[in-house]
């Protein structure tokens, strides 16, 4: 028996990998719903969200690739079918990100939006992509419409009459809350954005870097945070339970991405386990063995 | 060689020197500065004069929305024209600047085709002589206002004539004071907790703490910075592209083993300029089809394989690395079991059983406590350490002393 749980110190690599494939592709041949439990984070993120004042728009740093899509798509489709399931506009633009960030953005935007009826101009623009981070942060802040001269679709930004939502949008204080969706997103927005913190400030990240963020939770300069997978599929429970019938989830991502990667976890959790069963056999087995030499 | 290093330690030093003296010089001038409690205020005000029209008074305070704005012959950074939004305190009698007013919403014409207009907001809106209507998305003028349209009125190349720049009346230590602005002071509103903002003087409120003095430029010039900053970061993706052909050129000709690769560097440079080059099939709209092709179909689809291989790396490395050796690594992986399987729906699952009373021991409760406190007293200590290690390095690399980076 020793000898056989030994063997669980050094289980090949490819093994793990059989066994983690196995488990994270069940779930995309069998539908499964799991329970999700809400985190505080995504409770506060959603909730400032929600939070709409009069003449004021929800903008969106959208900063999310093709690499980073399996967390930060579906974070990203949930924030977006809030806004137009609440009617809430909403501005998007990129800043210092890969170049087909405004593109993912746009798909998702027109997407959800002919699903809630949402029109491009008055419900949201895309605002496309700028580089030049910390100070571009600071000049948004100061003045949208002086850094992005022309949206994604190359309509001047001045022009009302096909972008009205954008003769309210001036500066940091006709945002409503400011959401930053990337793998990492970037602390110095924090800093530059607006010095005076009037708007709340709120992180869609993946889940290998959100422990980095708590401090700034915990110190109120972060008002909310969506981690990785699971804290879309937690912002679509809560916009089920919000809006009921009104909320169309068919084509979001968040809770059927959760299950493969929940499998997955398990899977990894199991083998360190079985990992250390095996250390402490093999252990055992020397000190047998040195016994009876 | 000499004169490149010496340019560039020169601009990077000056740049460093900017942003430095941003952060630490006052938005005004320590000494000639007045502060208290703002009693009242008149708002500033001027008149603009266009030709042989009489000059027409303008007051800067949000009237329905029509605030002035006092636009600025500029240039960007491609060096095109443009009028830039400027503080009437940093225009004095005798400037040239286009006057504007708006935007609002017609709602009908009244009198002449040019004359009045009645706006969205109820509001009567009428040319003065030297004003004109102008449309909000061009910005030409136009001749015949109608209903539905976005209108702004302007008085373009108007002579600034007379500045009134506003008094205040503050309360100073129990005393009233009436305070008069002088051409060029700044307000800034003051708050107990956070940095200090310039604000227009009709935005103060009786009981907002100010500060009234001659404005020290740096904020001013923060826009400019940042279009410095914009194109040099441009310049460093041209360099860098440039840099990378070199090499691959040099692959292509000299053939050292596995040359072929440089082939796929030009075919996806020329496919990437070529989907960006791509004309919008609808104009007004986002569809691009050879360009979502190659987002969506290609770069979406290898960049989210490559990245799904870390998936299998990472549970081979948690399986090896995650072993009880000692005391430390034994919490390190306790900690690391309950936040995995805490952030999973399987860890509500598991501990929910213990009912609402128990909460604090759900796996979920606990992951999100160790992330909350010991995490977080973790990372303020990392932080502190991280930022003193990048102060020193900054210093070095604005003083040119981290020689790599300076050409060497």
New interface residues.
């Given amino acids: 028996m020793l000898k056989f749980l030994a063997r669980l110190d050094v289980?090949p690599?490819r093994t793990?990998?059989i066994f983690?494939?196995i488990a994270?592709g069940i779930p995309f041949l069998v539908p499964i719903r799991?329970?999700?439990?809400i985190?505080?984070e995504t409770r506060s993120a959603f909730d400032a969200t929600q939070v709409v004042q009069p003449n004021k728009v929800v903008a969106i740093c959208s900063n999310w690739?093709?690499?980073?899509?399996?967390e930060n798509w579906p974070q990203y489709e949930a924030i977006v079918a809030q806004c137009m399931v609440n009617h809430t506009p909403f501005i998007v633009f990129s800043v210092?990100s890969d170049?087909?960030s405004p593109?993912?953005a746009?798909?998702v935007n027109?997407r959800e939006a002919k699903k809630y009826g949402c029109v491009y101009g008055r419900d949201w623009v895309?605002l496309g992509l700028?580089?030049?981070a910390p100070?571009?942060m600071?000049?948004i802040g100061?003045?949208v419409k002086?850094?992005f001269q022309h949206d994604?679709?190359?309509?001047?930004t001045?022009?009302?009459?096909?972008l009205?939502l954008m003769?309210r949008v001036r500066d940091v204080r006709d945002f409503s809350c400011f959401w930053v969706v990337q793998y990492q997103p970037d602390l110095n927005w924090v800093v530059f954005l607006d010095?005076?913190?009037r708007v709340p400030i709120l992180f869609a990240c993946a889940?290998i870097g959100?422990?980095?963020y708590?401090?700034y939770?915990?110190s109120g300069q972060l008002k909310g945070m969506v981690?990785?997978t699971?804290g879309a599929?937690e912002y679509e429970v809560m916009l089920r339970d919000k809006f009921g019938k009104r909320f169309d989830d068919r084509e979001l991502r968040g809770q059927k991405l959760?299950?493969p990667?929940?499998f997955?976890?398990?899977?990894?959790?199991v083998?360190?386990?079985a990992?250390?069963i095996g250390?402490?056999a093999r252990r055992r087995l020397e000190a047998q063995a040195k016994v009876f030499r | 060689m000499k004169s490149p290093r010496a340019i560039t330690i020169g601009v990077t030093f000056i740049a460093g020197l900017y942003f430095i003296l941003d952060f630490i010089v006052p938005p005004t001038l320590p000494g000639a500065s007045i502060r208290g409690v703002v009693a009242s205020t008149v708002p500033a005000s001027f008149t603009a004069k266009s030709g042989d029209f009489p000059a027409i008074p303008y007051q800067l305070s949000d009237q329905g929305n029509m605030r002035p704005q006092i636009l600025v012959a500029q240039r960007d950074v491609l060096g095109k024209p443009k009028l830039a939004s400027t503080p009437l305190r940093q225009v004095g009698p005798g400037s040239t600047a286009t006057i504007r007013l708006g935007p609002f919403e017609v709602q009908r014409v009244v009198g002449g085709p040019t004359d009045s207009v009645v706006g969205a907001d109820g509001i009567w809106h009428s040319l003065k002589p030297g004003q004109t209507w102008v449309d909000s998305a061009t910005t030409f003028p136009v001749t015949n206002a109608k209903p539905g349209m976005t209108l702004y009125i302007e008085q373009p190349n108007a002579k600034i004539d007379q500045v009134d720049p506003g008094s205040a009346v503050l309360l100073i230590g129990g005393k009233r004071i009436n305070h008069r602005l002088g051409a060029h002071t700044v307000a800034i509103k003051l708050s107990r907790y956070t940095a200090g903002s310039e604000v227009q003087l009709d935005e103060l409120k009786a009981g907002d703490t100010v500060q009234f003095g001659p404005a020290t430029t740096f904020a001013d010039n923060r826009d400019t910075a940042a279009q410095f900053n914009l194109v040099i970061t441009t310049m460093a993706f041209g360099i860098g592209i440039l840099s990378l052909g070199m090499v691959h050129s040099r692959q292509l000709i000299k053939r050292p083993k596995g040359w072929y690769t440089s082939i796929f560097f030009f075919a996806a440079i020329v496919l990437g300029i070529a989907a960006g080059l791509g004309k919008y099939e609808d104009p007004g709209t986002s569809s691009r089809a050879f360009s979502d092709f190659m987002v969506m179909r290609v770069i979406a689809a290898v960049s989210s394989a490559v990245f799904s291989l870390l998936a299998f790396y990472m549970a081979a490395a948690a399986y090896r690395a995650f072993r009880i050796r000692n005391g430390e690594a034994a919490l390190m992986m306790g900690s690391a079991l309950i936040v995995m399987l805490g952030q999973t729906p399987f860890g509500s699952y598991l501990t929910s059983w213990m009912g609402e009373r128990f909460s604090a021991f759900w796996l979920p409760n606990i992951a999100a406590w160790i992330l909350r406190v010991p995490n977080t007293a973790m990372f303020r200590g990392l932080i502190f350490g991280i930022m003193l290690g990048a102060f020193a390095t900054a210093l070095r690399y604005w003083l040119s002393m981290e020689r790599t980076t300076s050409g060497e």
């Fill in positions: 289980v690599r793990i990998y983690l494939l994270a799991l329970p999700m439990y985190w505080k690739d093709p690499g980073s899509q399996g210092d170049p087909v593109q993912l746009e798909t027109e895309n700028t580089r030049g100070l571009t600071g000049a100061r003045s002086s850094v994604y679709r190359q309509i001047p001045q022009n009302y009459e096909k009205p003769r010095p005076n913190s889940g959100s422990s980095g708590y401090p939770l915990s981690v990785g699971r599929a959760v299950v990667l929940a997955g976890n398990l899977v990894i959790i083998f360190i386990i990992g250390n250390t402490i």
